[in-house]
């Protein structure tokens, strides 16, 4: 008896392929939107020290300020792109870069308000 081969040798392994495939596609999507989380966060806690330590110095001026924030900010790995006074309050805006995949990097922007309690606030 002669054995002929078949014509679906191999199919179970181009399948197991193709699901390991798809595993690693989803891992790598669910990688970078981790890492792109992460840095919305980074971006958020940097301004909102900035914007704390930089409302303390309103008083002595606005680059006295924003100098505070600056230097905050780049503390937590935030870089500072704007800065200004609105009233007693400062405004911070801080960017974090981020690279989620090799080649694909974004920026994760995030604006802080800090400054005295109101008079009618609680």
């Known amino acids: 008896m002669t054995r002929r081969p078949s ?3 191999g199919g179970a392994t181009v399948c197991l392929l193709a699901v390991g ?10 990688a970078g939107l ?4 992460c ?6 806690v940097a ?3 900035g ?5 303390v110095r309103v008083l002595d001026g606005v680059d006295v300020a924003c100098a505070q924030a600056a230097a905050l900010v780049s503390a937590n790995g935030g870089r500072l792109t704007g800065c200004r006074v609105d009233g007693l309050d400062l405004v ?6 981020v690279a989620p995949l090799p080649g694909l990097a974004r920026v994760a922007t995030a604006t802080s308000r800090a400054g005295p309690i109101g ?3 609680g």
């Open 92 to 97: 911070v805006t801080a960017q974090v870069r």
């Open 21 to 30: 495939l798809v595993f690693v596609l989803v891992g790598l999507f669910g």
């Open 39 to 44: 840095a919305r966060h980074q971006a958020r």
């Open 7 to 9: 014509a679906e040798r």
């Open 119 to 121: 008079a009618g606030g």
């Open 47 to 49: 301004a909102d020290f």
């Open 34 to 37: 981790g890492a792109a989380r």
């Open 51 to 55: 914007a704390l330590a930089g409302a």
